[in-house]
């Protein structure tokens, strides 16, 4: 490895372009997160109003509020991955939720996002999914 990709900053890789991911672990069983990811309020919560997400790869979606893009892969009870790009922006990025079990009732909600134009993109996407993040564990604690 050469020592200028060693001085390279955080959350900047070789293939992927700038990146972020965010995750929490959730005290609710895997289906439980599942569930609710792929209900409209989940999906409302993480990807934006009026969307219901085909688990069928180049599946096109649009969102409420402008965000669109295309399923990428749809494994239940495992992934969702899927080209996002909002209103505004000149490209689109990778989207991946991923869901773990990690433990007697509890998961492992791991939101990654690449392909992000810079660092402040990077820092922008970080406070946005850990607020998502955020609101989705709010919601799946408000539903025991």
Excluded at 74 to 82: A, K, N, P, S, T
Excluded at 86 to 98: A, F, K, Y
Excluded at 106 to 123: K, Y
């Amino acid at each position: 490895m050469s020592e200028g990709w060693k001085r390279r900053q955080v959350g900047l890789t070789r293939d992927a372009g700038w990146q972020i991911g965010v995750s929490k672990t959730i005290a609710r069983p895997i289906d439980d997160v599942w569930d609710f990811l792929t209900s409209p309020e989940g999906m409302a919560l993480w990807l934006g109003e009026g969307v219901t997400l085909l688990p069928e790869r180049g599946a096109a979606y649009r969102t409420a509020s402008g965000i669109h893009g295309e399923i990428r892969s749809f494994r239940g009870r495992d992934r969702i991955r899927l080209t996002w790009w909002p209103p505004g922006w000149s490209h689109d990025t990778t989207l991946q939720l991923t869901v773990r079990a990690a433990g007697e009732g509890r998961t492992r909600l791991v939101v990654h996002q690449e392909r992000l134009a810079d660092a402040v993109e990077r820092e922008q996407q970080r406070r946005h999914w850990q607020g998502v993040v955020n609101a989705i564990v709010a919601a799946l604690t408000d539903t025991k």
